[in-house]
């Protein structure tokens, strides 16, 4: 009779501490990443002065949507941006120059 009443409570403990244990190991939440702010090259300052006059087509149609995205309303070709510098300082330039001081 003990030894029936044992087996029970040895069935009954084995069930009760493997329920209390998971399955899969918990894995650390990833650390924020850090971003460093990236130095725009070649973009003159509000107050600098450039001759803009030997510029591409681009960097002047880019000068105007820099400007539009100045004043509220964002206009800038995403594919020129990424792949043409002349459009991508030129964006900058006129985004520059009009902003609200």
């Known amino acids: 009779m003990y ?3 044992n087996m029970i409570s040895l069935a009954i403990l ?3 501490f493997s329920a ?3 399955s899969t190991v918990p894995t650390p939440k990833p650390l924020p990443v850090q971003v460093q ?6 973009v003159p300052s509000r107050n600098d ?3 803009i006059t030997q510029k591409s087509p681009l960097f002047h149609a880019a000068v ?3 400007c539009a995205t100045a004043k509220g309303k964002y206009t800038k070709d995403s594919t ?4 043409d510098i002349d459009y991508k300082d030129g964006w900058f330039y006129g ?3 009009c902003q609200p001081r």
């Open 64 to 66: 105007t949507d820099g």
């Open 14 to 16: 084995s069930l009760f």
């Open 37 to 42: 702010p990236t130095e725009i090259k070649n």
């Open 3 to 5: 030894s029936s009443i």
């Open 80 to 83: 020129l941006f990424n792949s």
């Open 20 to 22: 209390c244990t998971s």
């Open 95 to 97: 985004r520059r120059k």
């Open 49 to 51: 002065k450039i001759d």
